[in-house]
């Protein structure tokens, strides 16, 4: 009797199920291949992080959080910081030729940014990460070794014809300095792959061409051996109006609290489009998914309640900031908007949550003389006149620091002050103001 051959199910791996679940694998070399790597056990793999200012932002977030994913699943991490390609400058997604920072500028950005990723990173136990700098390994070659080991390995048609140099000769045009990153980015890989056994690397889609480049190089030079590195990108996170993702009217959202406060960090998460905040807990939250969905669900019934928006600000401020800060920074814009309490808050969390209001000062002419609260009205712009601050008191509209005045004449005074600096004046629900005291 002829007995029909029973069919291997195709290999699945747990981790990359859920990477695809998030929305997290935007490219990939040949996935039975990886998922049969990932199930032999602990893999070594790497990400860069090139120091081109003096923190990470929020863009960062999804290859650093994909590092970490790896390792909560039992992989062994190894997070790059690029003192030496730091010093040339990736052309990938740029128009125009980066300007060029002093040795002294990067070294100081590479602690500053080494510091960042060893923090979402373990660095004891079993399956201890790792944070290098591939100046370790570059700053001794000489250019004839790097000419003739890793140069002659590259085809420059091969070269031309990947996006980041393509777009760029289409465009302003590019100099050797950055035509050369991709070979010292690709013998990253190939020295990652020596020293650490690292056989996958990650990175945004935006690298694919260097990272393929890097894997071209391991084959040539390690002959079959080489077969067995992998290359996995995350997406570019985009936003639903078009706008780009990171960015406010003030700049670039950063990770380092003195260039962006934990209070504007929360309030850029906070204020998440409906649109986008289900796609960015998918990228950026580490819940798993069955905590996740009960979120989405409730958000798509009542999504005014800003249930996920809330769930996406505490658990990424609370990830970069400390569980203290968030608590701090969420209290903070509770009071300011919501009527709560503001004098257990942090002075220096007041002022980043006042910084975003509408603001005025009060020049005290001497010790004894205090403001009216029709003074402060008018000054901060919430009442075109004395007249309409009175009115705005007599029908129970105003209020000094979320407290309601009632009385027409109510002086401001030193007590009321928070943090020895300002009052926080209101008219009606939404329109507030701080008023700083100038002695």
Not at 137 to 149: C, E, H, K, P, S
Not at 154 to 173: E, I, P, T
């Amino acid at each position: 009797m002829w007995v029909v051959p029973a069919i291997e199910a195709p290999q699945t791996n747990e981790l990359l199920e859920d990477l695809k679940w998030r929305g997290l694998v935007a490219q990939s070399t040949a996935e039975p291949e990886l998922v049969a790597a990932l199930n032999e056990g602990r893999l070594r793999l790497y990400c860069g992080f090139d120091p081109t200012a003096a923190s990470l932002h929020v863009g960062n977030l999804v290859p650093l959080l994909t590092l970490r994913r790896f390792q909560n699943a039992g992989h062994r991490p190894i997070a790059l910081v690029g003192g030496a390609t730091g010093l040339i400058g990736d052309p990938s997604g740029r128009s125009t030729e980066r300007s060029l920072n002093s040795d002294e500028i990067v070294a100081d950005w590479v602690e500053r940014i080494r510091g960042q990723v060893s923090s979402f990173v373990e660095l004891v136990g079993p399956d201890a990460a790792e944070v290098v700098s591939n100046l370790d390994w570059t700053q001794q070659l000489t250019a004839i070794d790097f000419l003739r080991d890793v140069g002659k390995h590259f085809s420059v048609n091969v070269m031309l014809s990947k996006d980041s140099v393509k777009n760029r000769l289409n465009d302003a045009g590019i100099s050797y300095t950055e035509f050369s990153y991709m070979l010292l980015q690709s013998y990253d890989y190939l020295e990652l792959y020596r020293r650490h056994e690292c056989r996958l690397q990650i990175g945004g889609s935006d690298q694919w061409g260097n990272i393929t480049a890097g894997l071209d190089l391991i084959r040539r030079v390690e002959g079959s051996d080489g077969a067995s590195a992998h290359a996995l990108t995350v997406p570019l996170v985009t936003k639903s109006d078009g706008t780009k993702f990171g960015k406010t009217a003030g700049g670039a959202i950063w990770l380092d609290p003195e260039l962006t406060t934990p209070y504007a960090f929360y309030q850029f998460w906070l204020n998440t489009d409906d649109r986008d905040v289900e796609s960015f807990l998918r990228y950026f939250s580490m819940k798993p998914r069955t905590e996740l969905e009960p979120i989405f669900a409730e958000h798509a019934q009542a999504p005014h309640r800003r249930t996920a928006q809330r769930a996406l600000a505490t658990e990424l401020t609370t990830l970069v900031h400390g569980e203290q800060e968030c608590s701090q920074v969420a209290a903070a814009g509770a009071a300011l908007f919501s009527g709560g309490d503001l004098s257990s808050i942090a002075e220096s969390t007041v002022a980043a949550a006042l910084a975003s209001a509408p603001s005025a000062s009060w020049q005290q002419p001497d010790a004894t003389a205090w403001p009216t609260v029709v003074d402060l009205l008018v000054d901060a712009g919430l009442s075109e006149s004395r007249g309409a601050a009175r009115r705005t008191i007599k029908e129970g509209g105003a209020y000094l620091n979320n407290t309601r005045v009632e009385d027409e004449g109510a002086i401001a005074t030193e007590a009321e002050l928070l943090h020895a600096r300002w009052w926080l004046v209101r008219r009606g629900k939404k329109s507030f103001a701080s008023v700083e005291l100038i002695r």
